[in-house]
């Protein structure tokens, strides 16, 4: 629906005239609900001019804006009110005004001075603004700068809220409001926006709740919705049933909207939500195994170390073991030599060397031969030449 709604304001924004733009606002399929019947409050102070009461248009539906005095911007400045006018195939909200003339309001009877043409309320004069009191709520004791004249409406009452489309009042500008919207304007106040917002916020003023007879249909001020400036409607512009079936389909229509958008959100949420799992756990993973592969290759690299550590203390181990047991061995070797000595220098046999020399008897074995031959013939001695026995 809201799609709808903006394909058609983009259609007649284009279709409309330049002129036509400052005013335009929101494009709705539905009718306004008519206006509701309620007294108007007594104005505040001098100064201050009636702006009545309208059917706005929000996210829950239509909710009623409460009628309201309020300070005109600048001296001399009337207000036009805005109203909804139908375009063909869908309501238009054209946006009220500021200005020194009253502009064309879609010939809708607002009441209290607005008929549905011009203003009847009052008047600026020297700088002062004069009040009709036969259609305003005045407190003379207060307000001296009052008059009393007879208004005759020559427009059908029936508190219709919109111009043209099915129901609507056919109505037309007149050649002085061509020329009045024409003429220098300024948008409502900051105190009309903030009236505007906190009606938008009040449950009460929905038109599904309250069916067309709001329980704040006026205030004495802008945005004072309580207190006893504050005035109920006495009753519905009109029968709400047909306007209701309307708002409630509208409602179930943005209903099932809201819903669709939140099964969407929930489900780009969930997407996200597990796309976001899935690369923490990918992320984890990866991060798992990339410490499992620093823990391995530190565990390869000190099992490594240690090996070779415990490789090369064995080998020094065994080398020391060696080289004490060979300087053991060699002290041992020396050892025994050293004791072993003694017995090989011991030489009894050695110096008893009487027995050893004393050898007539190895002699004699060896000389009988000579003495025999010197017993039969001893042979002549031989003398060496110049020798000596």
């Not at 001399?76 to 946006?95: I, K």
């Not at 004490?324 to 003694?342: C, G, L």
Request: glycine share 8%.
């Amino acid at each position: 629906m809201r799609k709808i709604c903006l394909l058609l304001l983009a259609f007649l924004i284009l279709a409309m005239p330049t002129t036509s733009l400052a005013q335009f606002g929101v494009v709705i399929t539905i009718a306004p609900p008519a206006l509701p019947v309620y007294t108007q409050p007594m104005a505040p102070a001098d100064g201050y001019l009636w702006t009545p009461g309208y059917w706005a248009y929000g996210d829950e539906g239509y909710f009623w804006v409460p009628g309201t005095w309020v300070m005109a911007p600048e001296i001399g400045f009337l207000w036009t009110p805005g109203y909804w006018g139908w375009s063909g195939n869908a309501y238009a909200w054209n946006d009220g005004y500021w200005g020194p003339h009253v502009g064309f309001y879609g010939g809708v009877n607002y009441g209290y001075g607005y008929g549905g043409v011009g203003y009847q309320g009052g008047y600026w004069n020297n700088g002062a603004f004069n009040y009709n009191r036969s259609v305003n709520n005045i407190n003379t004791t207060y307000i001296h700068n009052v008059y009393n004249k007879t208004v005759i409406n020559n427009t059908t009452v029936n508190h219709v809220s919109y111009n043209g489309g099915n129901g609507g009042i056919n109505a037309r500008p007149t050649a002085a409001e061509e020329t009045a919207a024409h003429e220098q304007h300024r948008s409502r106040t900051e105190l009309q926006t903030q009236h505007v917002h906190t009606a938008s916020t009040n449950h009460a003023l929905l038109a599904s709740v309250n069916h067309g007879r709001p329980t704040i249909a006026a205030t004495a001020k802008p945005a004072e919705f309580s207190g006893h400036g504050v005035v109920a409607a006495r009753q519905a512009g009109a029968p709400y049933k047909a306007v209701a079936t309307r708002s409630n389909e509208n409602k179930a229509t943005a209903t099932r909207s809201n819903e669709n958008r939140a099964a969407e959100n929930k489900a780009a949420a969930t997407r996200s939500n597990e796309n976001r799992a899935a690369e923490n756990k990918a992320a984890a993973t990866r991060s798992n195994g990339n410490r499992a592969a620093e823990n391995k290759a530190a565990a390869t690299r000190s099992n490594g170390n240690r090996a070779a550590e415990n490789k090369a203390a064995a080998t020094r181990s065994n080398e020391n073991r060696a080289a004490e047991n060979k300087a053991a061995a060699t002290r041992s070797n020396e050892n025994r030599a050293t004791h072993e000595q003694p017995a090989a220098h011991v030489q009894p046999a050695t110096h008893a060397q009487p027995a050893a020399h004393a050898q007539p008897a190895v002699r004699q074995q060896a000389a009988p031969p000579p003495e025999a031959r010197h017993e039969s013939a001893p042979p002549p001695e031989k003398k060496a030449p110049g020798g000596k026995e």
